[in-house]
Antibody, heavy 122, light 107 residues
Framework: EVLLVESGGDLVQPGGSLRLSCAASGFTFSSCWMTWVRQAPGKGLEWVAN????????YYVDSVKGRFTISRDDAKSSLFLQMDSLRAEDTAVYYCARDMSGRGSYHAFDIWGQGTMVTVSS | EIVLTQSPATLSLSPGERATLSCRASQSVSGYLHWYQQKPGQAPRLLIY???NRATGIPARFSGSGSGTDFTLTISSLEPEDFAVYYC?????????FGGGTKVEIK
């Protein structure tokens, strides 16, 4: 079974840091682009960051550039999002998703985790 | 940044009816547009990629069309499980962007 499981969400104070993890199974993780997408409470979807196979290319939405870092450990089939200098507006459910780039299309997200909640509040 | 505008915001229909959802891009995205469905408390699910290609396991009642700046997601005959929020997403350029969503609710 193809599965993505996020963890690491928590309540954190403004200015704090958090590291999200996403464990992948059931597919060849090292062959796939991966992404983080977030959803603020009651709001729509917002793409956050993408990382190419091997980690050679990374892309971010402007609002998190310089504060968030996407990374991957292919040996452990894991994706990470290091979030620093957190703000109230970063409060959201964070989903990791598999990017189907190279398998019929590009940057369509065909497998999603269940999400992990990040709350930034004092 | 490419802005995607979805309309209507809410669509009230009965089971068995046809649903037509619109997504308009602020500039041409060629055919590089995807559609997702999201039900309450669940992660999104990919329905259509590159404007008109159904993702694996998606029923034939879902179809997508369009190119350039105007795209349509059509559900030919609504089933009870289709009442949800639908999002479009462009992949032409960074940053990747989503539309604001269309909620399809039971009339």
């Amino acid at each position: 079974e193809v599965l993505l499981v996020e963890s690491g969400g928590d309540l954190v104070q403004p200015g704090g840091s958090l590291r999200l993890s996403c464990a992948a199974s059931g597919f060849t993780f090292s062959s796939c682009w991966m992404t983080w997408v977030r959803q603020a409470p009651g709001k729509g979807l917002e793409w956050v960051a993408n990382v190419k196979q091997g980690g050679s290319e990374k892309y971010y939405v402007d609002s998190v550039k310089g504060r968030f870092t996407i990374s991957r450990d292919d040996a452990k089939s894991s994706l990470f999002l290091q979030m620093d200098s957190l703000r109230a507006e970063d409060t959201a459910v964070y989903y990791c998703a598999r990017d189907m780039s190279g398998r019929g299309s590009y940057h369509a997200f065909d497998i999603w985790g269940q999400g992990t909640m990040v709350t930034v509040s004092s | 940044e490419i802005v995607l505008t979805q309309s209507p915001a809410t669509l009230s229909l009965s089971p068995g009816e046809r649903a037509t959802l619109s997504c308009r891009a602020s500039q041409s995205v060629s055919g590089y547009l995807h559609w997702y469905q999201q039900k309450p408390g669940q992660a999104p699910r990919l329905l259509i990629y590159d404007a008109s290609n159904r993702a694996t396991g998606i029923p034939a009642r879902f179809s997508g069309s369009g190119s350039g700046t105007d795209f349509t997601l059509t559900i030919s005959s609504l089933e009870p499980e289709d009442f949800a929020v639908y999002y479009c997403q462009q992949r032409l350029s960074w940053p990747l962007t989503f539309g604001g969503g269309t909620k399809v609710e039971i009339k």
